[in-house]
């Protein structure tokens, strides 16, 4: 049974830093691509970044470019989202999803999300 765990949200005050963690397992961690997406109230669940299982990543979001970093640890079967120069427009359920291939909105595998919660 595969499951994706995704845990270091909370509430930060703008300006801070999170980093978020998601953890595979049930799976060949290797084999997927990564993802994290998030979804704010009343908006779409858009893709934020992805990365390969060779590293290669792919940055969806023009607005948090420069302040958010995607890396994973394979050996671990774990990916990070490094989450800096937080803003307040970043408020929104983070979600960790596991794929065949990068994609801003599809993905095999999904987290239950965890909340990030930026106050100005």
């Known amino acids: 049974q595969v499951q994706v765990v995704e845990s270091g949200g909370g509430l930060v005050q703008a300006g801070g830093s999170l980093r978020l963690s998601c953890t595979a397992s049930g799976l060949t961690f290797d084999d997927y691509a990564m993802g994290w997406f998030r979804q704010a109230p009343g908006k779409q669940r858009e893709g934020v970044s992805c990365?390969?299982?060779?590293?290669?990543?792919?940055n969806y979001l023009d607005s948090v470019k420069g302040r958010f970093t995607i890396s994973r640890d394979n050996a671990k079967n774990t990916v990070y989202l490094q989450m800096n120069s937080l803003k307040p427009e970043d408020t929104a359920m983070y979600y960790c999803?596991?794929?065949?291939?990068?994609?801003?909105?599809?993905?095999?595998?999904w987290g239950q999300g965890t909340q990030v919660t930026v106050s100005s």
């Open positions: 990365i390969r299982w060779s590293g290669i990543i792919t």
């Open positions: 999803a596991a794929g065949d291939y990068c994609s801003n909105s599809r993905a095999n595998y």
